[in-house]
């Protein structure tokens, strides 16, 4: 598998909190997307972030990639109900074939009002 | 609206009957994939394609066949369905160049009984 187990996660938070979802990975990689997938929806990309690229924001989404470590994080500031999804990270399954996808098992992350 | 588009969305199919899910995007992409999601293991890629008459097998490919007829359609097909297949199926479409970004449909739930 590309991917380590501490990708499956269930998290649970209050609005206003931050929170942060890791990702490990084996296969050296320069590209790490993150998806987020709402229920009943097919996935959608939010954010993307290259290697030489380190941390990446959009909005309240913050992504940051280390690939000596071989690892990908995720953070959102300030929860709010309606970032309740399933955040997946995938990369590249091969280098050079970068629309072949590997994702993650996903981080299920549930905030409550 | 939707550039990616599942059709059926819902099938409940017997055991050793054959099921064909289609998929149409009208992104122009090469690139198109079946992936099938199940709980506690994410994303998984069946088949791929890179243009019309070309597929190839992803991860777990074994019990399905997919066709690509022509740029904006592809589809998978399950010979001889098995209670196992039972999941949620997801096709994508992506640029054949690039970080490989991926535009989902909106799944297909398939029961086999």
């Known amino acids: 598998s590309q991917w380590g187990e501490e990708n499956l996660q269930a998290l649970s938070i209050q609005e206003g909190e931050d929170v942060t979802m890791n990702c490990s990975y084996k296969?050296?990689?320069?590209?790490v997307h993150w998806y987020r997938q709402d229920s009943g929806r097919g996935p959608a990309l939010i954010i993307l972030?290259?290697?030489?690229?380190r941390e990446k924001r959009s909005g309240r989404l913050r992504a940051t990639l280390d690939t000596s470590s071989q690892s990908s994080s995720l953070s959102i500031t300030a929860a709010q109900c309606e970032d309740t999804a399933v955040y997946f990270c995938?990369?590249?399954?091969?280098?050079?074939?970068?629309?072949?996808?590997?994702f993650g098992k996903g981080a299920k992350l549930t905030v409550s009002p | 609206e939707a550039a990616v588009t599942q059709s059926p969305r819902n099938k409940v199919a017997v055991t050793g009957g054959k099921v064909t899910l289609s998929c149409n995007q009208t992104?122009?992409?090469?690139?198109m994939y079946w992936y099938r999601q199940d709980t506690g293991h994410g994303l998984r890629l069946i088949h791929y394609?890179?243009?019309?008459?070309s597929t190839e097998k992803g991860d777990i490919p074994d019990g399905y066949k997919a066709s690509r007829p022509s740029q904006e359609n592809f589809s998978l097909i399950l010979e001889l369905a098995t209670p196992s297949q039972t999941s949620v199926y997801f096709c994508?479409?992506?640029?054949?160049w690039g970080p490989g970004q991926l535009y989902f449909g909106e799944g297909s739930k398939l029961t086999v009984l």
């Open positions: 994508a479409s992506g640029d054949a």
């Open positions: 992104n122009n992409h090469n690139n």
């Open positions: 394609s890179y243009g019309a008459g």
């Open positions: 296969t050296y990689t320069t590209v």
């Open positions: 972030i290259r290697s030489n690229e």
């Open positions: 995938a990369t590249p399954h091969q280098q050079g074939t970068g629309s072949k996808l590997s």
